[in-house]
């Protein structure tokens, strides 16, 4: 992949320790007329990240090197009625999680078990879930169970305006409390590792177009897209999409769309609930996980300039994508016919 961040020149230059070696993407330059790179490469210096199939991931406190781990998750035994969520980080993953949920277990009671016991990115005893395993993830396919594939194991993905995602993993990664996951940049240094791909996750259409690529590729897999926009848009209908792809009753949908209104979930899930534990831990007690669940954020944050340079970007990163047609006009762009 392209080394868009602070690129090797004539100047001496220094590999970022924990790279995958001499071709990693991220370099930090000593060179003194290559400021703007060096900032970029140190706003993400003290993360402690590893590049893996060349992308970069977070490693947590629970994992030593992420492609032994990921290895492991490879052979992880799948049952036959769990289902995966899938997006990119800050797409509505908390939400999309406690639909699924709710649809599997045919409730509008929040259950007791959270996102962060259900994630496959971090090692944890999956074994112990209750049937059916409501899954979830912001890894891509290729690092999927090996039998996620032989069972035909249904995934859900999470889509959602990447304007408006970005901002709100911005936000969310400079609020750590540990500073090796911390984001210590600016907004536009955000922006611009986004773009290089050398933000934990890689980027947005990296993202996007892996898992496209995938159900192209794998077509006998059950995928569901659940387009984040249009769950605020309309709730109960699009739960009556999910319930009727994961195959239960959608006599709740309803009542699942009123109970997990966004205002409905921060006050249960908040100030002393399951989500407030976590915050409390991961971002000393600061509300970042449910933050605004509002469409179109991102006008507060991108400048004219950023925003007509990032839709310049996603054009050229995301040619031929169906997927990524669908969040255009959240974006501010035009609507593109097939």
Same mark, same amino acid.
């Given at each position: =992949?392209?080394?868009?961040?602070g690129?090797?020149?004539?100047?001496?230059?220094?590999?970022?320790?924990d790279?995958?070696?001499?071709?990693?993407?991220?370099?930090?330059?000593?060179?003194?007329?290559?400021?703007? +790179?060096?900032?970029?490469?140190?706003a993400?210096?003290n993360?402690?990240?590893?590049?893996?199939? !060349?992308?970069?991931? =977070?490693?947590?406190d629970?994992?030593k090197?992420?492609?032994?781990?990921?290895?492991?998750l490879?052979?992880?035994?799948?049952?036959?009625?769990?289902?995966?969520?899938c997006?990119?980080?800050r797409s509505?993953?908390?939400?999309?999680?406690?639909?699924?949920?709710?649809?599997?277990?045919?409730?509008?009671?929040?259950?007791?078990?959270?996102?962060?016991?259900?994630?496959?990115? *971090?090692?944890?005893?999956l074994?112990?879930i209750? @049937?059916?395993?409501?899954l979830?993830?912001h890894?891509?396919?290729?690092?999927?169970?090996?039998?996620?594939m032989?069972?035909?194991?249904?995934? *859900?993905? *999470?889509l959602?305006?990447?304007?408006?995602?970005?901002v709100?993993?911005y936000?969310?990664n400079?609020?750590? +409390?540990?500073?090796?996951?911390?984001?210590? !940049?600016t907004?536009?240094?955000f922006?611009?590792?986004h /773009? @290089?791909?050398?933000?934990? !996750?890689g980027?947005?259409?990296e993202?996007?177009?892996?898992v496209?690529?995938? +159900?192209a590729?794998?077509?006998?897999?059950?995928l569901?897209?659940?387009?984040y926009?249009?769950?605020?848009?309309?709730?109960a209908?699009e739960? #009556?999409?999910?319930?009727?792809?994961? !195959?239960?009753?959608?006599e709740?949908?309803?009542?699942i769309a #009123?109970?997990?209104?966004?205002?409905? =979930?921060?006050? =249960?899930?908040? +100030?002393?609930?399951? *989500?407030a534990?976590m915050?409390?831990?991961?971002?000393?007690e600061k509300?970042?996980?449910?933050?605004?669940?509002?469409?179109?954020?991102w006008k507060?944050?991108?400048?004219?300039a950023e925003s007509e340079?990032?839709?310049r970007?996603?054009e050229a990163?995301? &040619?031929? @994508?169906?997927?990524a /047609?669908?969040v &255009?006009?959240?974006?501010?762009?035009?609507?593109l016919?097939?």
């Amino acid at each position: =992949m392209e080394a868009a961040v602070g690129r090797p020149n004539t100047c001496e230059s220094s590999p970022r320790k924990d790279t995958c070696g001499p071709d990693s993407r991220l370099w930090v330059s000593k060179c003194p007329a290559d400021g703007n +790179a060096r900032a970029k490469a140190q706003a993400v210096e003290n993360i402690d990240m590893q590049c893996v199939d !060349g992308i970069w991931l =977070m490693k947590f406190d629970a994992v030593k090197d992420m492609a032994s781990y990921l290895k492991k998750l490879r052979s992880l035994n799948m049952r036959n009625d769990d289902v995966i969520s899938c997006g990119f980080p800050r797409s509505g993953n908390h939400w999309c999680f406690e639909l699924v949920n709710m649809i599997l277990f045919q409730t509008t009671k929040f259950r007791e078990e959270s996102f962060a016991c259900n994630l496959l990115d *971090i090692p944890r005893d999956l074994e112990t879930i209750k @049937s059916p395993r409501n899954l979830v993830t912001h890894l891509r396919p290729l690092h999927f169970p090996k039998q996620a594939m032989d069972k035909k194991t249904k995934i *859900i993905y *999470i889509l959602r305006n990447p304007k408006d995602v970005l901002v709100s993993m911005y936000l969310m990664n400079r609020e750590f +409390a540990k500073y090796e996951w911390r984001f210590l !940049g600016t907004w536009q240094q955000f922006l611009e590792l986004h /773009k @290089s791909g050398d933000l934990p !996750g890689g980027s947005w259409w990296e993202h996007v177009r892996a898992v496209e690529s995938f +159900a192209a590729a794998n077509p006998h897999i059950p995928l569901h897209i659940f387009q984040y926009e249009n769950a605020k848009e309309r709730p109960a209908e699009e739960i #009556r999409k999910l319930c009727h792809f994961l !195959g239960t009753p959608d006599e709740l949908a309803e009542e699942i769309a #009123r109970v997990t209104r966004f205002e409905n =979930m921060k006050k =249960m899930l908040g +100030a002393g609930g399951k *989500i407030a534990a976590m915050e409390k831990l991961v971002f000393h007690e600061k509300e970042v996980v449910l933050r605004k669940g509002q469409v179109g954020d991102w006008k507060n944050w991108f400048s004219h300039a950023e925003s007509e340079q990032f839709d310049r970007d996603f054009e050229a990163n995301t &040619r031929g @994508s169906e997927w990524a /047609k669908r969040v &255009r006009t959240y974006m501010g762009l035009p609507a593109l016919t097939k």
